[in-house]
């Protein structure tokens, strides 16, 4: 159910987003040879939907801010990407962090990343 007084969230663009990398996903997971260029795609989609769409999900569910047909539908495709995160794997391709999961429990204890760049030398 929707918080009162907060403004409605549109989540059908995320949804479908996802819900398109889903299917691309297990389109992949069924060909017998996968080529290079078709896993990079799918890597690029699906990593904007971990990182971007999903989450953007999770923080307006975690809010309220869902009706109860968009929560509905939310945790509809959490049931599908916890269906997919073992064939993800497969391909190499990161697992979903999902509410309730070890995973996601795990990501939210983590407070920063850590920096890939070397620390800068002092002078002198």
């Known amino acids: 159910m929707a918080s009162e007084g907060r403004a409605p969230v549109s989540i059908d663009p995320d949804v479908e987003f996802l819900a398109e990398q889903i299917e691309a996903l297990r389109a992949l997971g069924q060909k017998d040879s996968v080529d290079d260029d078709e896993l990079y795609d799918l890597s690029v989609r699906w990593g904007a939907a971990l990182a971007g769409r999903l989450p953007r999900l999770v923080h307006y569910s975690s809010?309220?801010?869902?009706?109860d047909a968009d929560q509905h539908r939310f945790q509809s495709l959490?049931?599908?990407?916890?269906?997919?995160?073992?064939?993800?794997?497969?391909?190499?391709?990161?697992?979903p962090a999902l509410p309730g999961d070890q995973i996601a429990r795990a990501k939210g204890r983590r407070l920063r990343m850590r920096s890939r760049s070397p620390k800068p030398s002092s002078p002198g």
């Open 63 to 67: 809010l309220g801010l869902l009706d």
């Open 78 to 95: 959490c049931e599908d990407l916890r269906g997919v995160a073992g064939l993800a794997e497969k391909l190499g391709l990161p697992r």
